[in-house]
């Protein structure tokens, strides 16, 4: 049970693209296409921005997406924007009904 | 309108005990498992634990394996988290958790509460 590793921050200016990775193992993240990434601001509780690797919920702007290769899954945001700036969380399906989180990213907006 | 509802956190001594409840509504409680997850101040979030719709299977974090029991009552929509033996390291803020899509854990939560906060003194 092992936490998923993040960056622990990533930035960018606006209009740009960054990438947040979230590395795992051959047991979690590798295993399966099961990863979900939270967008949280800070006092609010996690939002689910991107589910079973790729899916986006309704009403999360194309904006966000999610990829794997491997052992690790990647979150994408392009066109930047301030109201991105926030904390990101990956979490991975483990196995035997239990989840992962990832350690965490700080993305600031330059 | 998905909505879930946490309550009693608290502060505890060290080694004291403490039931957390969440009720939830805009959805079929039933119908899904449900997980708690927590986050220690400044930190990451960390599972905790989870249980099948039916309430009959039962996950735990090694963390809190033997002192956490997780249980729900389908008739009152309410997801419980009884925490015994706590230690200075359980202090974080509590959230339930809808898990996605299905009635055992296999899915991430799609849909959070606000948190309850438990603070352990020493």
């Known amino acids: 049970q092992s936490a998923l590793t993040q960056p622990a921050s990533v930035s960018g200016s606006p209009g740009q693209s960054i990438t947040i990775s979230c590395t795992g193992a051959?047991?979690?993240?590798?295993?399966?296409?099961?990863v979900s990434w939270y967008q949280q601001y800070p006092g609010k509780a996690p939002k689910l921005i991107i589910f079973?690797?790729?899916q986006r919920p309704s009403g999360v702007s194309d904006r966000f997406s999610g990829s794997k290769s491997g052992n690790t899954a990647s979150l994408t945001i392009s066109g930047l924007q301030a109201e991105d700036e926030a904390d990101y969380h990956c979490?991975?399906?483990?196995?035997?009904?239990?989840?992962?989180f990832g350690t965490g990213t700080k993305v600031t907006v330059l | 309108e998905v909505q879930l509802l946490e309550s009693g956190g608290g502060l505890v001594q060290r080694g004291g005990s403490l039931r957390l409840s969440c009720v939830v509504s805009?959805?079929?409680?039933?119908?899904?498992?449900m997980t708690w997850v927590r986050q220690a101040p400044g930190k990451g979030l960390e599972w905790v634990s989870a249980?099948?719709?039916?309430?009959?299977?039962?996950y735990y974090a090694n963390s809190v394996k033997g002192r956490f029991i997780i249980s729900r009552d389908n008739s009152k929509d309410t997801l419980y988290l009884q925490m015994n033996s706590l230690r200075a390291e359980d202090t974080a803020l509590y959230y339930c958790?809808?898990?996605?899509?299905?009635?055992?854990?296999?899915?991430?939560?799609?849909?959070w509460g606000q948190g309850t906060l438990v603070t352990v003194s020493s």
């Open positions: 805009g959805f079929t409680f039933r119908h899904y498992a």
């Open positions: 958790a809808k898990d996605g899509k299905y009635s055992d854990p296999t899915i991430p939560p799609d849909y």
């Open positions: 051959n047991s979690d993240v590798g295993a399966y296409n099961l």
């Open positions: 079973e690797g790729s």
């Open positions: 979490c991975s399906y483990a196995g035997s009904s239990t989840y992962v």
């Open positions: 249980i099948s719709g039916g309430g009959g299977s039962t």
